[in-house]
């Protein structure tokens, strides 16, 4: 009888706190153009590492919280191995950036969202998430930068979307470590998921679960 009454009890909680198919969050797409460019994923180009910046206006997400899914869009299936790999988000007060990486942060502290020994590139085009396991709280006051860094690459890479900007947007440079890099103006295109979740939080479960221990 108390199994009975415990599973009556479980799918009443389900039912408040378990959302049914629609997503939760919200997410933001940030659309600065059409053109294809390789940086950073040509292995032809960067076979021994690659350090860029891609600055994302505040006017183009006006919208603040927890980031924790950030996507890029590709434009082929092409694909590559790349050693070494980090992504970090970042807050700056600059509106267009500099040939000096460590100058773009504008004080601020870049924080790594992601690190892998080694990274494939997904094998398709569109909108490719990357792989963070740590969130990001964005302010949605300052402009927001994607640094990755890659020590070694191999493989025929795989073209992004972007666009020509009215500033620098981009600067980019030979070797995960490099200090300085070519500043230039093309924008990427983004989407920025803050507390995004197709489904139920993945959360949610857990705490249902915690009624009956």
């Known amino acids: 009888m108390r199994k009975v009454n415990a ?117 398709r085009s569109g909108f490719y998430p990357v792989p963070m396991s740590a969130t990001f709280t964005y302010n949605n006051t300052d402009n927001l930068i994607l640094e990755i860094t890659y020590e070694s690459s191999l493989g025929s890479g795989g073209g992004l979307y972007c666009g020509s900007m009215a500033t620098f947007h981009r600067c980019f440079g030979r070797g995960s470590s490099a200090e300085t890099g070519t500043a230039d103006k093309w924008g990427y295109n983004g989407r920025i998921s803050f507390s995004y979740y197709a489904g139920a939080a993945p959360a949610s479960l857990g705490r249902v679960k915690a009624l009956f221990r």
């Open 7 to 123: 599973l009556v009890i479980l799918l009443a909680v389900l039912t408040i706190c378990v959302p049914s198919a629609g997503a939760t969050g919200v997410q933001v797409t940030v659309d600065n153009g059409s053109t294809v460019n390789m940086f950073p994923w040509w292995p032809l180009a960067f076979p021994n590492g690659c350090r860029i910046q891609m600055l994302f206006d505040q006017s183009a997400i006006k919208y603040g919280g927890t980031v924790n899914e950030f996507e890029l869009q590709k434009s082929s299936a092409g694909t590559g191995t790349f050693a070494g790999v980090k992504f970090y988000l970042c807050h700056t007060g600059l509106s267009a950036l500099t040939t000096n990486f460590k100058n773009n942060y504008g004080g601020n502290t870049p924080v790594l969202v992601a690190s892998f020994a080694n990274y494939v590139l997904p094998a």
